[in-house]
């Protein structure tokens, strides 16, 4: 990472343009994570950055900066990539906990999800929905349980910020794919932050890495991202992330950004940044309707 071009080494970016030249469509096989070595995100997020993997593999071990990854969500990328140090954080305090207690003691944690695995039934499901846990592995449990039972993995709170969404199809809160121990490991080597991204890209130096994949807002237009999204994550808060990103680049940091495709986000980063369109399936989506192929960009700087 030593000759710097605009923000972003040299190195980085021919590898990162190599890898974008090529369709990235295939999700990375996850039936069998120890033959690949991967370490899989252990949560089903809106959003998730899994099928974008082979790029977090394939550009491992490029940068002895600092990993930043702002809007962490299920972390696909930074379990791709396995950065030496990072620094990871999300506005939603309960899944940076989450990662928290796993960090600390990803045994107790597992220990109470396998409870929850055996007694899973509707009533258990709602009780545990209800409960207001203390201690640190058994919110972290009721929070990956409930993400693995609740209706289409979609994390969903009501005006006073608790977690409501119904019962799904779902019926494990354990999985074969399931390595806890291999996730505590990844996550002693960062640093967590519940909190607004600005905070965290502000603190990128030269030489650092920022993956930031915000929710998707776009101006002016209803494309079926925006419909839940706009509330929690408005056309300003796009505009902040842009600047942020900009003000990061101008430090020598290296930016990865994630977007829709889109000619408000097109319009809004062309100036500073370079766009590559990808087409990603997603399986998560709110309205009917809204399911389907997606088109996105990676944006690099
Ligand atoms: C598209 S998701 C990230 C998905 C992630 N890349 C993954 O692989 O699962 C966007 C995330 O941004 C978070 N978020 C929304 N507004 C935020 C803000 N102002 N600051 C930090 N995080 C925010 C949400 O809680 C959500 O987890």
């Given at each position: 990472m030593s000759h710097q071009i605009g923000g972003m080494s040299v190195h980085l970016k021919n590898q990162l343009e190599r890898i974008l030249a090529v369709p990235l469509r295939t999700p990375v096989d996850v039936s069998n994570p120890a033959d690949t070595g991967?370490?899989?995100?252990?949560?089903?997020?809106?959003?998730?950055?899994?099928?974008?993997?082979?790029?977090?593999?394939?550009?491992?071990?490029?940068?002895?900066g600092l990993y930043i990854e702002p809007f962490l969500g299920s972390g696909a990328m930074f379990?791709?990539?396995?950065?030496?140090?990072?620094?990871?954080?999300?506005?939603?305090?309960?899944?940076?906990?989450?990662?928290?207690a796993i960090a600390d003691d990803w045994q107790a944690v597992h220990a109470h999800l396998r409870r929850h695995d055996r007694l899973h039934s509707k009533a258990h499901y709602y009780?545990?929905?209800?409960?207001?846990?203390?201690?640190?592995?058994?919110?972290?449990?009721?929070?990956?349980?409930?993400?693995?039972?609740?209706?289409?993995?979609?994390?969903?709170?009501?005006?006073?910020?608790v977690?409501?969404?119904?019962?799904?199809?779902k019926t494990r809160a354990i999985l074969a794919t399931d390595d806890f121990e291999a996730v505590a490991n990844l996550l002693r080597r960062a640093h967590l932050v519940a909190g607004d991204f600005e905070t965290q890209i502000d603190a990128a130096n030269e030489g650092d890495l920022i993956?930031?994949?915000p929710p998707y807002t776009v101006r002016h237009q209803y494309n079926g991202f925006v419909k839940y999204n706009e509330q929690l994550f408005s056309w300003a808060d796009q505009e902040r992330l842009c600047a942020a990103l900009a003000r990061a680049k101008d430090r020598g940091a290296n930016v990865i950004c994630?977007?829709?495709?889109?000619?408000?986000?097109?319009?809004?980063?062309?100036?500073?940044?370079?766009?590559?369109?990808?087409?990603?399936?997603?399986?998560?989506?709110?309205?009917?309707?809204?399911?389907?192929?997606?088109?996105?960009?990676?944006i690099i700087g």
């Open positions: 991967l370490v899989l995100p252990f949560l089903k997020w809106a959003g998730g950055k899994r099928w974008l993997m082979p790029l977090a593999t394939e550009l491992r071990g490029s940068g002895s379990f791709g990539l396995h950065p030496a140090r990072a620094l990871l954080s999300d506005c939603n305090v309960e899944l940076i906990e989450t990662y928290k009780s545990v929905r209800d409960q207001r846990p203390r201690n640190a592995a058994t919110r972290a449990a009721r929070f990956i349980y409930l993400n693995r039972t609740c209706w289409n993995g979609l994390y969903r709170v009501n005006r006073q910020g977690f409501n969404t119904p019962i799904g199809t993956f930031a994949d994630t977007n829709a495709d889109h000619w408000s986000i097109r319009e809004l980063y062309e100036r500073d940044f370079k766009i590559f369109p990808l087409e990603r399936y997603s399986s998560i989506a709110g309205a009917g309707g809204t399911r389907g192929r997606y088109a996105e960009v990676v």
